[in-house]
């Protein structure tokens, strides 16, 4: 860890780190930039152009959204023990930017349509947590920069997904989806460009294992892990029956971690595990609702919602239905800052609300969100308004923060330092589980072959209003459970204050 004012290049060291952020900033952008924009489009793509039923795009979408989840794991393990952060995430860069292009040449091949996005799914696992690694890096013994960089760092991800998921779905219906797939590969190109322009400026970012030269034996042997994986990826996502029996395995076998876990831990210990795990599980409940941005509301969205922002009879502007995703980075960037302004009011007031608080209000959010969808589907035969999207993204949006936003502050508060990286990398998985249930269940309003798009409306209110239901009663479940958490996060205090009586 650096502790100088300045540095061996005569640079002061506040501008040594804001240069190699800057660098991470950049290809962080441009990298969401790309996944979210492919994931604007690819639904309707799948839908559209390649005439796939909903049931099959919904269920590879769901596979798909938990691989892209999972394989992180795996990406930190390479960054940390093997290749080092920086050659990870680059080629990370590099799968994701090969599997864009193939996506926009895969038109008429469904094989070239897995390989796609088996490439995207092991590309993100490789980018994704070695990204973040490095700012921490960057920032290390700082840990007001370190905020402050991790806040502007969150802001670029919603920046960058905001403008591709306006940008996309816009070439999609000009021009193509090939066209917008491609210009998310162009876009993480130009990030992988300024990368290599500027990567001198991360040098003293550089751990052991990167100043190493890397022996080209175990570059062979990663790489043929990585063609076993992604060729992995794609036989799961080529068979909906086979991703049930890898999820369900998955699922088992973090419960039984678990238990193993908390059985081998000594009793001072166990209060914040059990905190953790009760935590984790109700915020990963919100992807299931999450999921549905991306199958029910994109397809209800194409046929029942109209695209025309209209005030007083006038037209204001028009949204494809790829577009509607947009709302929720929109959302997360106008909620956030007056969600911080509360939070610290209500600090200074001595009324800091709980995780658990937090997560109750999350659901009454998420609730009322579906309601919201669910009535509008019932009570229209024509075409919804799209001012129904931009109140129910709201809603949902807000839910995000006060849930699943929470899940690592849970980790970080809650599990013991040893444990951290075990139950960081378990919680990937427990939301790309959740991520695949979500994707099941949207398959309760797919649209059958035979039916009229118009007659869809039936189809979407009785899932919404289920979606409703089931929001409904995670709030009932966990007001019952609140007395429960209150006295574990005492029982975790009180041992904390013995450990550390100062």
């Not at 441009?30 to 489009?41: C, P, S, T």
């Amino acid at each position: 860890m650096t502790s100088y004012s300045t540095l061996a290049s005569g640079q002061p060291l506040a501008t040594t780190r804001r240069r190699a952020f800057t660098v991470v900033l950049a290809i962080e952008l441009w990298e969401r930039f790309g996944y979210y924009g492919m994931q604007a489009v690819l639904t309707l793509f799948m839908v559209q152009q390649l005439r796939m039923a909903d049931t099959t795009a919904n269920l590879m979408l769901g596979a798909f959204s938990a691989l892209t989840y999972i394989t992180p794991v795996l990406g930190g393990v390479l960054g940390d023990r093997f290749l080092g952060t920086r050659r990870t995430m680059v080629m990370g860069a590099i799968s994701l930017a090969i599997g864009y292009a193939c996506l926009a040449a895969s038109l008429t091949s469904p094989t070239l349509l897995l390989l796609a996005m088996a490439l995207i799914s092991t590309g993100n696992g490789l980018f994704k947590p070695n990204a973040g690694n490095l700012v921490r890096r960057i920032y290390e013994g700082d840990n007001a920069a370190l905020d402050a960089a991790f806040t502007l760092y969150y802001m670029s991800v919603n920046v960058g997904s905001t403008v591709s998921m306006l940008l996309t779905p816009w070439l999609q219906v000009h021009y193509g989806a090939p066209v917008a797939f491609a210009t998310c590969s162009v876009g993480l190109v130009i990030g992988l460009l300024y990368y290599v322009w500027r990567s001198g400026w991360l040098a003293q970012t550089a751990s052991p294992l990167e100043k190493e030269r890397v022996p080209a034996s175990r570059f062979a042997l990663v790489g043929l892990g990585l063609l076993a994986l992604t060729v992995f990826n794609a036989w799961i996502m080529s068979s909906d029956g086979l991703a049930r029996i890898c999820i369900f395995a998955a699922a088992v076998l973090l419960f039984l971690s678990w238990v193993v876990l908390y059985v081998r831990a000594p009793g001072e210990e166990r209060p914040g595990l059990r905190l953790t795990y009760m935590l984790c599980l109700q915020g990963t409940i919100y992807l299931v609702f999450y999921q549905q941005m991306i199958t029910s509301l994109t397809l209800f969205a194409l046929r029942d919602v109209s695209g025309d922002f209209s005030i007083g009879g006038v037209t204001l502007f028009h949204m494809s239905a790829g577009q509607f995703q947009a709302l929720n980075p929109i959302w997360i960037m106008a909620i956030s800052p007056l969600l911080a302004i509360l939070y610290n009011r209500l600090g200074a007031q001595g009324r800091d609300l709980s995780l658990a608080r937090k997560m109750l209000i999350g659901y009454v959010m998420v609730a009322m969100a579906f309601a919201v969808w669910w009535l509008s589907a019932v009570g229209t035969t024509g075409l919804v308004s799209p001012w129904i999207m931009v109140a129910g993204y709201g809603l949902l949006s807000f839910a995000e923060l006060l849930t699943n936003g929470l899940g690592l502050a849970i980790v970080a508060r809650y599990t013991p330092a040893r444990l951290s990286g075990f139950m960081m990398g378990a919680l990937y998985l427990l939301w790309g589980i959740a991520m695949y249930v979500g994707s099941v269940i949207a398959n309760r309003a797919a649209m059958p072959a035979d039916m009229a798009a118009s007659a869809g409306n039936a189809l979407y209110a009785s899932l919404f209003r289920t979606l409703c239901e089931v929001a409904v009663v995670v709030v009932v479940i966990l007001v019952c459970l609140e007395p429960l958490t209150r006295r574990w996060d005492r029982e975790h205090i009180t041992v904390n204050r013995k450990l550390s009586p100062n």
